[in-house]
């Protein structure tokens, strides 16, 4: 079936760096992503999302990438701080009847 | 912070034991959605709801029941509990007219003993 997969189980980066987690999809109909941060012991929180007629979205130290002919998602983080180490997940829909797949996710340590 | 509480926390049960898993939210939100996810793996859909009398089987095979009643409560039975179903169980809600984001509870961390 359609899968939602990310590249690189754990990420380290050093304080101060950029980090970029990156997500890869099947499902070419799909048209509306978001990335998630989910934190030990907490439910998943929304960081930002981007449907499919843009290719870039940019929030607080966050930007999201989409690259439709290769079905291809990245997160960008700026200045990666310590609260930024976490498990990131990306998940996609394809229409208002979907339902939401996540991907593996990747773990985010963020080194001093 | 995203108004969808799940009870209780953490539970540990016995094995053959029913238990309820609750979840509510006051966002008025059509759609509803239970994810199992086992430490450090991805979440897999186990149920969902467009609304009120409407549920549906998710991606991952799953022995708990759910039931929709009302709009803002979900909540998922398992009839007799078995150490394979030791999990965390996450809640979570989206608005149903549109793509937006789905808000998700705090989890149960469930232990089948």
Known sequence: ????????????????????????????????FIWYKQESGKGPQFIIDIRS???KRQGQ????????TVKHLSLQIAATQPGDSAVYFCAENSG?????????GTRLQVTL | EADIYQTPRY????TGKKITLECSQTMGH???????????????????SYGVNSTEKGDLSSESTVSRIRTEHFPLTLESARPSHTSQYLCASSMGQMNTEAFFGQGTRLTVV
């Open chain 1, 96 to 104: 208002t009847a979907s339902k939401l797949t996540f991907g593996t």
């Open chain 2, 30 to 48: 059509d759609k509803m959605y239970w994810y199992q996810q086992d430490p450090g793996m991805e979440l897999h859909l186990i149920h969902y």
């Open chain 1, 1 to 32: 079936g359609e899968s939602v997969g990310l590249h690189l189980p754990t990420l380290s980066v050093q304080e101060g760096d950029n980090s970029i987690i990156n997500c890869a999809y099947s499902n070419s109909a799909s048209d509306y």
């Open chain 2, 11 to 14: 539970l540990v049960i016995g």
């Open chain 1, 53 to 55: 007629n843009m290719d």
């Open chain 1, 61 to 68: 130290r966050v930007t999201v990438l989409l690259n439709k």
